[in-house]
C-alpha cells in the first residue's frame, strides 16, 4: 500500500466511522462502521448511486445496526 494522503471527506468519514464503533462499544473500527459512515452522508457517491438506483440507504442502515447489535455480531467484544 501506498502512502497517499486522505482528503478531508474521508478524515471525516472515517471520524464518523470510529464514533459509530466506540458508541457500539468497540475499539476498533470495521467495515460495517465504515459503511455506516457513508450510508449517513447523503453527499457520498455511494449514497448517491443508491439513490440514482432507487435503493433505501436509510433501510439498508438500519439492517447494518440491527446486525451489529445482534448476539452473532462478531465484532462485539
Not at 60 to 66: F, N, S, T, V
Request: hydrophobic share 45%; net charge negative; charged share 20%.
Amino acid at each position: 500500500m501506498t502512502d497517499l494522503p486522505y482528503n478531508p471527506r474521508l478524515r471525516d468519514l472515517l471520524e464518523a466511522a470510529q464514533t459509530l464503533a466506540e458508541g457500539f462499544g468497540q475499539s476498533a473500527v470495521g467495515a460495517e462502521h465504515v459503511q455506516l459512515a457513508i450510508l449517513g452522508d447523503a453527499a457520498a457517491i455511494p449514497t448517491q448511486v443508491m439513490a440514482r438506483l432507487k435503493l433505501d440507504a436509510p433501510a439498508l442502515a438500519a439492517e447494518l445496526r440491527e446486525i451489529m447489535g445482534s448476539a452473532g455480531y462478531n465484532g462485539r467484544k
